[in-house]
């Protein structure tokens, strides 16, 4: 029983880590100092990682055919996705009114508003087929393999005088795929992950600080060492999930039914806040209040607007639902 808790509680700690993060870097019009709007790029890097995990965990459950397992991942994916669109960008901000064929396929089908969306179900189709080899060493071998593309892509169109390794594009892309792979490694190796100590949060409060230090030297002309930020989130990630079946956390705060409630709260509509936040915290009404309360009532606003589109996807999907789903 308390490996299962461990088991769900880590994951759904990270995937709250995770939306906070994000969230928060979306948050530099609602904050009185702009620069508290940060984390998002460890934020996307945690999802990324805890998605691969999450995939090779189920597989070892349960192995499916691969039109059955797409088809799952769509089913939970599109239903919040069409959703959103339908209500915001079609709606809304009357995209009736001036869309054509194309953009409606470009906004509920590909590569939607979202660009998460567009990128993990392009994940799927090359995790599935490493996965499905079943050895280790594959996802190794895929991050190695990809470093190609990446310091080709790199060296070939970085613009170094900034910080845009982290810009509009497909170059992240390359790296986020790198970090799923490692998440698929880490659930391939996860009996051998211990309980992280006091001294690996010492090990990720140095890497975070070398990590911002590194975002400080690229804003001050060091562009070319960009890429570090890249390399040190391997470690990042890793030890996130170490300490988040620390004695600290699966003790101090797992046992905290109110606290336990929230974070597994939070974690289980965590693409429901991330389609969501852009709308709310765009809001004319939340930006004209005063901070802290624009945080706060941002914060509530669009959970409860998340737990309500999680519910709404969720019957569309049971309408939809397989008699071998319901079977499973």
Excluded: C
């Amino acid at each position: 029983m308390a490996a299962i808790m461990q088991d769900r509680f880590d994951t759904s700690f990270i995937k709250f880590l995770a939306i906070v993060l994000i969230t928060n870097s979306h948050l530099y019009g609602l904050y009185p100092f702009p620069q508290l709007a940060t984390g998002g790029a460890i934020g996307n890097s945690l999802f990324f990682m805890i998605s691969g995990y999450g995939l090779v965990k189920s597989e070892t459950k349960q192995q499916r055919p691969f039109i059955e397992w797409y088809r799952r991942r769509f089913a939970r994916i599109y239903p919040s996705v069409i959703i959103t669109v339908a209500i915001y960008n079609m709606w809304l901000d009357r995209g009736w009114q001036k869309w054509a064929l194309a953009d409606y396929v470009s906004n509920f089908i590909w590569p939607t508003p979202a660009w998460f969306v567009s990128a993990i179900m392009f994940f799927y189709l090359v995790f599935f087929m490493i996965m499905k080899i079943g050895r280790p060493a594959f996802y190794i071998l895929g991050i190695l393999f990809l470093y190609v593309p990446y310091f080709y892509y790199y060296f070939t169109f970085i613009d170094f005088s900034r910080y845009s390794i982290e810009g509009p594009g497909y170059f992240k892309w390359i790296f986020y795929l790198q970090i799923m792979f490692f998440g698929g490694y880490l659930a391939s190796k996860d009996k051998e992950i211990k309980a992280g100590k006091i001294i690996h949060f010492v090990y990720l409060i140095s890497l975070l600080a070398f990590y911002f230090l590194i975002i400080m030297a690229v804003k001050s002309g060091f562009g070319e060492v960009q890429a570090l930020i890249h390399i040190i989130t391997f470690p990042i990630v890793f030890l996130v999930l170490a300490l988040s079946r620390s004695h600290f956390v699966m003790e101090r705060i797992a046992l905290s039914k109110p606290i336990n409630l929230a974070i597994t709260l939070i974690g289980s509509v965590t693409l429901e806040i991330y389609l969501l936040q852009y709308s709310v915290y765009t809001n004319k009404i939340i930006r004209s209040l005063f901070f802290p309360v624009d945080i706060i009532v941002f914060g509530l606003v669009v959970l409860i607007l998340a737990v309500a589109l999680s519910n709404a996807s969720k019957w569309i999907q049971k309408i939809f639902r397989s008699p071998l789903d319901a079977r499973t």
